[in-house]
């Protein structure tokens, strides 16, 4: 079945990296994606990565993917206050269904 | 730009009336998406719309339907509200991408709450 799985919860210091971990189920994953929620809004597109790609960089933001082990990562170097809130991780299957399968998402906390 | 714009922002009904939740895509995005976040259960997916038909439903009963207009805008209904049914609505919208996936740009969602 389609499950994917992230801890609940990280705390990091500020200007410290923080890094998001996510495992997946589905193998038939075309995309997945990094999803940032702030308290009392919408979700906001970080990024995402093509299943037939290892990494992908965009500024402070890294991600890897492990395909063999069906798992994705987020890293967030010298994290900021403002970097503060629930991030999500999804992945979408193969073919044209558009249904994003989503984890329970990470609370990240970052301490001055 | 504009981005996924949702109306009403909060929307408070009581059990067994009906609820009508908008959304507008961003421009020249063709494809609009619904789901619920609710406490406990994550985020769920609803709906999907593209060119005016139903393309996808998720695991939920038909008393959940929409529609999406011409201006590729679209309507989530839900009839016989239940408590359960307590939750934040979040739209998001992409472009059609030829049948390929294409990343989906999300709204501020509409807090629906059940009394």
């Known amino acids: 079945g389609e499950d994917v799985e992230q801890s609940l919860f990280l705390s990091v210091r500020e200007g410290d990296s923080s890094v998001i971990n996510c495992t997946y189920t589905?193998?038939?994953?075309?995309?997945l994606y990094w999803y940032k929620q702030e308290p009392g809004a919408g979700l906001q597109l970080l990024t995402y990565?093509?299943?037939n790609m290892d990494m992908k960089q965009d500024q402070r933001l890294t991600v890897l993917l492990n395909k063999k082990d069906k798992h994705l990562s987020l890293r967030i170097a010298d994290t900021q206050t403002g970097d503060s809130a629930i991030y999500f991780c999804?992945?979408?299957?193969?073919?044209?269904?558009?249904?994003?399968?989503w984890g329970l998402g990470t609370s990240l906390a970052v301490n001055p | 730009e504009a981005g996924v714009t949702q109306s009403p922002t909060h929307l408070i009904k009581t059990r067994g009336q009906q609820a009508t939740l908008r959304c507008s895509p961003i421009?020249?995005?063709?494809?609009v998406y619904w789901y619920q976040q609710a406490l406990g259960l994550g985020l769920q997916f609803l709906l999907w719309?593209?060119?005016?038909?139903?393309?996808n439903r998720g695991n939920f009963p038909p008393r959940f339907s929409g529609r999406q207009f011409p201006n590729y805008s679209s309507e989530l209904n839900v009839n016989a509200l239940e408590l359960e049914d307590s939750a934040l609505y979040l739209c998001?919208?992409?472009?059609?991408?030829?049948?390929?996936?294409?990343?989906?740009?999300f709204g501020d969602g509409t807090r629906l709450s059940i009394l």
């Open positions: 998001a919208s992409s472009l059609a991408g030829q049948g390929r996936n294409q990343p989906q740009h």
């Open positions: 990565i093509f299943s």
């Open positions: 999804a992945e979408t299957g193969a073919g044209n269904n558009r249904k994003l399968i």
């Open positions: 719309y593209d060119e005016g038909e139903e393309r």
């Open positions: 589905d193998s038939s994953s075309t995309y």
């Open positions: 421009s020249g995005h063709t494809s």
